[in-house]
T-cell receptor, first 111, second 112 residues
């Protein structure tokens, strides 16, 4: 069983809508969680990190963490065509020294 | 990708050939990583180095070796390339805390 699960998509939303990206993880002791954005042919770039249960907002982006349900999500408000990319969820598991990545969700924002 | 430099950007190898992928950082952080990315598989950890002179295996280390000779540089070597090693390789540096990892621009490797 893969340790970090994401729906591969594509998730298609109209411009201006809210895009909701989801991620589940298997290690209940996981400590920290990250969302990366990756444009086609480019390297991943960090959008947000979250450590505590609840919501964390940064501009149009909101990360949500629920450790009891082992679930982390990313909301993108007022989606723009420039948000079209693959979004990678990453988790630092108990005792690990490296991040484990999900396979990513491809987001398409339709003009 | 300011701070993490990977070379080369593209490479084509024949089966059985060897090569070294280079990664260098100018951010003075301890931890560095090599990942490979294949379609539908996400990023998989090959090797990592928590500090100068130390290295540890990740999820998919077979067929690879690494070298961390100093704090700045972390290289990945393929001794005898195989078609299964066709992938995009990313080097990353852990900036710590909320800053997460910074990735290099990647090396696209094709083994024929």
């Amino acid at each position: 069983q893969k340790e970090v699960e994401q729906n591969s998509g594509p998730l298609s939303v109209p411009e201006g809508a809210i895009a909701s990206l989801n991620c589940t993880y298997s290690d209940r002791g996981s400590q920290s969680f990250f969302w990366y954005r990756q444009y086609s042919g480019k390297s991943p770039e960090l959008i947000m990190s979250i450590y505590s249960n609840g919501d964390k907002e940064d501009g149009r982006f909101t990360a949500q963490l629920n450790k009891a349900s082992q679930y982390v999500s990313l909301l993108i408000r007022d989606s723009q065509p420039s948000d079209s990319a693959t979004y990678l969820c990453a988790v630092r598991d108990t005792g690990r020294r490296a991040l484990t990545f999900g396979s990513g969700t491809r987001l398409q924002v339709q003009p | 990708n300011a701070g993490v430099t990977q070379t080369p950007k593209f490479q084509v190898l024949k089966t059985g050939q060897s090569m070294t992928l280079q990664c260098a950082q100018d951010m003075n952080h301890n931890s560095m990583y090599w990942y490979r990315q294949d379609p539908g598989m996400g990023l998989r950890l090959i090797y990592y180095s928590a500090s100068e002179g130390t290295t540890d295996k990740g999820e998919v280390p077979n067929g690879y070796n690494v070298s961390r000779l100093n704090k700045r540089e972390f290289s990945l070597r393929l001794e005898s390339a195989a078609p299964s090693q066709t992938s995009v390789y990313f080097c990353a540096v852990n900036r710590g805390g909320n800053y997460g990892y910074t990735f290099g621009s990647g090396t696209r490797l094709t083994v024929v």
